[in-house]
């Protein structure tokens, strides 16, 4: 019989299973045509292979398009990047030890911005067409973790401080190579695609664009899952972890592949994102305490949550234009973070 915590747990994950569900309908009907939530879903059940519910057509072509076509793919790409980066974002303040780390911090947003700043001003890559300007982002988040991870790495071992410090160190010179390259384009055009892109959008999510991010994030959700005593272990020190049998330098290397595969690929499709991977793990922290059997669940469905309404909130305010939504996310995740801190309200690894 489950214990009433694991019951309490179980109850949480279907109510915000839920609420991810209305808010994706929600977030679909909001825009300028009005949609009711009845032909939201029977447009998106239609879709279904043979159609094994009979449902008929009885919508316009253009509510087809609008919804299939543009807001569906746009609010399922949020759901992927908001629950990616939360659990990269719990995983990794579990790897350093830190509440205040973030998936960003091993360098992979300052070199995809190096690789997407070189498609959007330079013409890096163009023979790819759509695909240039993911893989030019993806090829330098890569390029970025692998050099941190070469600095981080001394005899064999990888030193959490120096991994730290490996991260700033690169982030600042990649950071560094995108301004210059900025201030040497001509293009006022150019520049402020590059800006718009450095803050972070879903604009451009089409249902080819899906596929890869949302396997790498469920493979990548699996392993952590399966490897949540190792995480909790991990908040205990690194010679309590070892005494109760981590293998911490393999389970290291583990977590920063994984970590990197899976922010790189995000940021690759949707632009740097910023405050999900740092604010949505201290919210779950404080709702279910610090065991990742519960942290990783919870963090994924409040990290989509968070983020279908911060997309939505940046196609309204200042509608017809779109806001980037890393402003959003920026001014929803500071203020909680400056009370956070203020009010001290956990005490990181603390449970488990």
């Known amino acids: 019989m489950k214990n009433p915590t694991t019951r309490k747990i179980n109850l949480l994950l279907l109510v915000l299973t839920g609420i991810v569900l209305i808010s994706l309908t929600l977030a679909i009907m909001v825009g300028s045509v009005s949609i009711t939530p009845s032909i939201v879903w029977r447009i998106i059940l239609s879709h279904i292979p043979f159609n094994p519910l009979g449902i008929t057509e009885d ?28 659990i990269s974002g719990a995983a990794i303040q579990a790897l350093v030890r830190n509440s205040i780390a973030d998936p960003y911090i091993l360098g992979v947003s300052s070199g995809a911005s190096v690789g997407a700043t070189s498609v959007i001003l330079l013409g890096a ?7 240039a300007l993911s893989l030019a982002a993806f090829i330098g988040a890569t390029i970025a973790v692998l050099i941190v991870f070469f600095l981080a790495r001394v005899e064999g071992r990888i030193s959490v401080i120096r991994l730290l410090l490996a991260g700033i160190a690169v982030s600042l010179v990649l950071s560094a190579m995108t301004n210059f390259m900025l201030m040497m384009a001509k293009e006022e055009g150019g520049i402020k695609a590059v800006m718009y892109w450095m803050m972070g959008s879903l604009a451009g999510a089409k249902w080819v664009n899906l596929m890869i991010p949302f396997v790498v994030l469920t493979v990548v959700y699996v392993i952590l899952r399966l490897h949540a005593r190792h ?39 949707s632009g740097a994102i910023g405050f999900i991977g740092l604010i949505i793990p201290h919210i779950v922290r404080m709702i279910v305490g610090s065991n990742y059997k519960f942290v990783l669940p919870v963090s994924a469905l409040i990290g989509a949550i968070f983020l279908i309404w911060a997309d939505a909130a940046a196609r309204i305010v200042i509608a017809p234009e779109e806001m980037p939504i890393g402003i959003i996310t920026a001014l929803c995740g500071c203020p909680f973070f400056i009370w956070m801190l203020r009010k001290q309200m956990y005490s990181f690894g603390e449970e488990n």
């Open 231 to 269: 995480l909790n272990l991990l908040l205990l020190g690194e010679e309590s972890a070892v005494t109760l049998g981590v293998n911490l330098e393999k389970f290291r290397l583990l977590l920063i592949l994984l970590i990197s595969l899976l922010t790189g690929v995000l940021v690759a499709v």
């Open 59 to 86: 919508w316009s072509r253009s509510q087809e398009i609008i919804i299939w076509q543009i807001r569906t793919p746009r609010v399922v790409l949020a759901i992927i990047v908001g629950a990616g980066l939360a």
């Open 125 to 131: 890559f163009s023979f790819l067409g759509m695909y």
